[in-house]
Structure formats: C-alpha cells, structure tokens
C-alpha cells in the first residue's frame, strides 16, 4: 500500500502564494486518486481538491476555486498544490489522502481515502 508525506507548509502574508507537495512511497501510485485536505484549529477536516488517477479530471472545494491548482506527476509519484492569493482563513494543516481509484472522476468525500500523511502547516497571517 502506497505512503505519503507532505512538505512545503509554512508562513505567508495574505495575499502570497505557497505550494505544497505530496511524496508517494510505493509503485502503483496511478492507481490512486489523491487528495487534499485541510483542519483548521477547533474545525473539522474539509476537502480542498482532488484529482484523478491520470490527472485528467480535478474537482476544487467552492472557497479555493480559481485560487489552487493541484496536479500530479505519475513518473515522479508526486502530488502538487499550489495555492495563490492565499486568506488568513485558508490557515490550517493540510493533509494530503490517497484512495482507491474506482472511475475516471474524484470526490471529496475523507471516507474515500485510506492512506493520510501527517501533515504541513499552512499559516497565513495578515
């Protein structure tokens, strides 16, 4: 079974860009949809992005739309999001998730994902 780990997070102004990535440890990496995900302090787990086993097909959670991109590079087992004009309200800890794939599309939907990693703090300050 596939293992991931975050890197990248750390603290920007409003208004900054930051990019996170995403290491896969195991072979058959496109084999997996992947995630992101983010908790913010007293909130619970929201989805931010997802994208298909091929990279063909990406779905944004409503407040992040038109200001992240993730992407995915299937030879380098990698996992991508970048996140321009970024809010204080998008600080938090961002988890990326890898499921299953089961189609050509992806949800948001956390009970999809069955291997997390541990996490990289995002803190934007005003």
């Known amino acids: 079974q596939v293992q991931v780990a975050e890197f990248g997070g750390g603290l920007v102004q409003t208004g900054e860009s930051l990019n996170l990535s995403c290491i896969a440890s195991a072979s058959g990496f496109d084999d997996y949809v992947m995630g992101w995900f983010r908790q913010a302090p007293g909130k619970e787990r929201e989805g931010v992005a997802c994208i298909s086993w091929s990279g063909s097909y990406t779905y944004y959670t409503g407040g992040v739309k038109g200001r992240f991109t993730i992407s995915r590079d299937n030879a380098e087992n990698m996992l991508y999001l970048q996140m321009k004009s970024l809010k204080t309200e998008d600080t938090a800890m961002y988890y990326c998730?890898?499921?299953?794939?089961?189609?050509?599309?992806?949800?948001?939907?956390?009970?999809?994902?069955?291997?997390w990693g541990q996490g990289a703090h995002v803190t934007v300050s005003s």
């Open positions: 998730a890898a499921g299953p794939s089961n189609g050509a599309e992806c949800e948001l939907e956390s009970r999809q994902y069955n291997v």
